[in-house]
C-alpha cells in the first residue's frame, strides 16, 4: 500500500498552461461536433505552399541523426538571408544554430543566461511563453508594461536584471522597434551587463511604409544578444518546428551543449527539404506575407470604422483590441463569445498583467467578411454588457472542459 502521494514539480506545478492554446483547444473540441468556430485565436496565417518533390533528397540519410548545430547547408541559407534581407553582418555558420523551433530556443537562452533568482525584463504585450520558460529556467519575470516608452525602460532595471525579452514585430500589439530605439536599449543592456534575447518571428510582416530593423543589424558581432527566429510564420510553416537563433560563437557554444541534452537535432529530412527549396519557398510565401499585412491594414480600417479601440501598430497578422470600457471580466467574454456565437480570441491576460482588459484577434486564418461579422459581434457584446458566466459555466461542464487556472 502506497504511504505517500505522488508530488510533482514545484517548478512545474506554479506555471499555467498556455493560455492562447487552451482556447485552441476549445476550438477543436467545438469543431469535432461539427460546430462552425470562426477562429481569430490561432497564431497563425496560411499559405497556399507547394509540395516540392522529395526524390532531389537523400531520404535514408533524413531517418538518422545530422549535425547538433543545424546542416550546414540551411545554416548557410540563413546567414545569406539575414546579410541580405536585413542588413546584418553575420560572419560564419558558427554564429547559427538550428534546432525544434523557437520556443525551445528562447527556453535554452535563458537556461544557459540565468541563475535562480535572476530578474527577466518582459516588455508587454508579451507572447505568453516567455514568463513561465523564465520560472522554469530559475528566472524571476518583471514586466514593463506595455504603455512605458524605451526612454523609461532604465526605471524597471535593478542589480538582479540578467535579461530582457523583445518581441519585434511585437505578437499581439503589432509595432515595431525602431533602430533608434534599439541602439538605446542595447547601450543600456551593454552598460549593466545585461543579455537581450530578440524574438524575431514576424520579421517579414511588415508593411511597405515601415522599416524592420533587426538586432543583428544593430550588434553586428552578436555579442550579449540573442536574435530568435523560425519558419514557423515567415515561411508558413508552424508543423514542422524548425527554428534558429544567431548569437556571438562562444554564446552559441553553450546553447549547443544544451541542444546536444535536450534535443540532439532538428528533424533531418525536413532541414534537407527546407535547404533544397529555401529561395522557392520564400518566392511563393513573401508575396502572401506581404497581403496577410495588407489585409490586417483593411481590418483595422473596419475596427476604426465600428469605433472598437485598439493598441497602434502596423505589422503581423494580430491586432490587439482594447475592451475596457465594457466593464466585463475578459475570460468570460472570450468564453462566452465561443460558445454562443462560435468565435474563438485569446483572452489580453495571455500577454501581460497590464493587458488584462485587452484581447488578441489573429486574421490569418479567416476571410475579411467572417473577420467583419465577428468585429460587429464583439462590439455588440462589448456594448450591451452581454456576458453570462452562468450560460458560460454550463457550456464549460456540459462539455466535460474545466475552467483556465491561473497560478
Known amino acids: 500500500m502506497r504511504k505517500h502521494a ?7 506545478d506554479s506555471i499555467p498552461e498556455a493560455l492562447s492554446i487552451y482556447m ?19 497564431g497563425e496565417s496560411y499559405f497556399e505552399i507547394p509540395m516540392y518533390s522529395f526524390s532531389d533528397i537523400d531520404f ?24 541580405d534581407q536585413y542588413g546584418s553582418s553575420v560572419k560564419n555558420i558558427q554564429q547559427i544554430m538550428v534546432s525544434c523551433g523557437s520556443k525551445v530556443i528562447i ?26 520558460q523564465a520560472k522554469l529556467a530559475g528566472g524571476n519575470p518583471v514586466f514593463i508594461p506595455y504603455h512605458c516608452t524605451i526612454d523609461r525602460f532604465e526605471t524597471y532595471f535593478s542589480e538582479k536584471t540578467k535579461l530582457l525579452v ?3 514585430p511585437n505578437n499581439p500589439a503589432g509595432w515595431l522597434y525602431t533602430e533608434e530605439e534599439l541602439r538605446h536599449i542595447c547601450n543600456l543592456c551593454a552598460e549593466k551587463g545585461v543579455y537581450i534575447l530578440m524574438d524575431e518571428a514576424y520579421s517579414d510582416f511588415v508593411n511597405s511604409e515601415n522599416r524592420f530593423c533587426s ?4 550588434v553586428p558581432d552578436l555579442n550579449g544578444v540573442f536574435v530568435v527566429n523560425s519558419l514557423s510564420k515567415n515561411m508558413g510553416m508552424s508543423g514542422w518546428r524548425v527554428g534558429y537563433v544567431l548569437s556571438s560563437e562562444e554564446q552559441i557554444r553553450n546553447l549547443l551543449k544544451l541542444n546536444q541534452h535536450l534535443i540532439t537535432c532538428a528533424p533531418t529530412v525536413l532541414q534537407m527539404y527546407i535547404s533544397n527549396y529555401f529561395d522557392e519557398i520564400i518566392r511563393v510565401t513573401i508575396p502572401q506575407v506581404k497581403e496577410a499585412v495588407e489585409k490586417r491594414k483593411r481590418v483595422l480600417e473596419y475596427i476604426d470604422s465600428i469605433g472598437l479601440k485598439h493598441l497602434p501598430g502596423a505589422s503581423t497578422f494580430y491586432i490587439f483590441l482594447d475592451l ?10 472570450c468564453l462566452y463569445l465561443l460558445f454562443k456565437y462560435g468565435i474563438a480570441v485569446v483572452p489580453g491576460k495571455a500577454y501581460g498583467k497590464s493587458t488584462e482588459s485587452f484581447i488578441r484577434i489573429g486574421i ?27 450560460y458560460v459555466d454550463d457550456k464549460l461542464k456540459k462539455n466535460g472542459f474545466h475552467r483556465f487556472e491561473e497560478k
Not at 527556453?107 to 513561465?132: C, F, K, R, T
Not at 475596457?324 to 467574454?333: K, R, T, V
Request: net charge negative.
Open 60 to 83: 535514408v540519410k533524413g531517418y538518422h541523426y545530422s549535425d547538433s548545430m543545424g546542416l550546414p547547408e540551411l545554416r548557410e541559407q540563413i546567414l545569406r538571408y539575414y546579410n
Open 324 to 333: 475596457e470600457e465594457s466593464g466585463q471580466d475578459i475570460m468570460d467574454f
Open 6 to 12: 505522488f508530488q510533482p514539480s514545484k517548478k512545474v
Open 107 to 132: 527556453y535554452m537562452v535563458m537556461q544557459a543566461v540565468l541563475n535562480d533568482g535572476d530578474e527577466v525584463l518582459i516588455h508587454e504585450p508579451a507572447w505568453l511563453s516567455y514568463q513561465e
Open 364 to 390: 490569418g486564418v479567416e476571410s475579411e467578411e467572417r473577420i467583419h461579422y465577428a468585429l460587429d459581434i464583439i462590439k455588440t457584446v462589448m456594448k450591451g454588457k452581454l456576458v453570462d458566466r452562468k
Open 24 to 42: 485552441n483547444q476549445l476550438v477543436y473540441s467545438e469543431r469535432r461536433k461539427g460546430i462552425d468556430i470562426i477562429t481569430l485565436s490561432l
Open 166 to 168: 523583445l518581441n519585434n
Open 215 to 218: 538586432l543583428a543589424k544593430v
